[in-house]
Nanobody, 120 residues
Framework: VQLQASGGGLVQAGGSLRLSCAASGSIFSINDMGWYRQAPGKQRELVATITSGLMTNYADSVKGRFSISRDNAKKTVYLQMNSLKPEDTAVYYC???????????????WGQGTQVTVSS
């Protein structure tokens, strides 16, 4: 199983970026998917999550600016980031809680991370 994230980059404050993360490999089912981020010298923190039933949850710091969505058929999760601020600068990691077959319990898988840099 692999999670391939893309869409990071350099943007000015107030700008927008859209991150994508596609899951591939032997996957039986995907439960929650989400995005986390880690800034230099800080711990990894939750940004947003979305359930298989499309219920969403956001960190207070991104509410009203970021939007998470998913395409279950494509096994892909997206993060639309608007009104970006310099404090959003971090490596963004996608996460999926999934099962590879009917016998295995669900477990977390992580993408490789994509850098988002917001200049002031």
């Amino acid at each position: 199983v692999q999670l391939q994230a893309s869409g990071g980059g350099l943007v000015q404050a107030g700008g927008s970026l859209r991150l994508s993360c596609a899951a591939s490999g032997s996957i039986f089912s995907i439960n929650d998917m989400g995005w986390y981020r880690q800034a230099p010298g800080k711990q990894r923190e939750l940004v947003a999550t979305i359930t298989s039933g499309l219920m969403t949850n956001y960190a207070d710091s991104v509410k009203g600016r970021f939007s998470i969505s998913r395409d279950n058929a494509k096994k892909t999760v997206y993060l639309q980031m608007n009104s970006l601020k310099p404090e959003d600068t971090a490596v963004y990691y996608c996460n999926a809680d999934l099962r590879v077959d009917t016998w295995s319990p669900p477990r977390d898988y992580w993408g490789q991370g994509t850098q988002v840099t917001v200049s002031s």
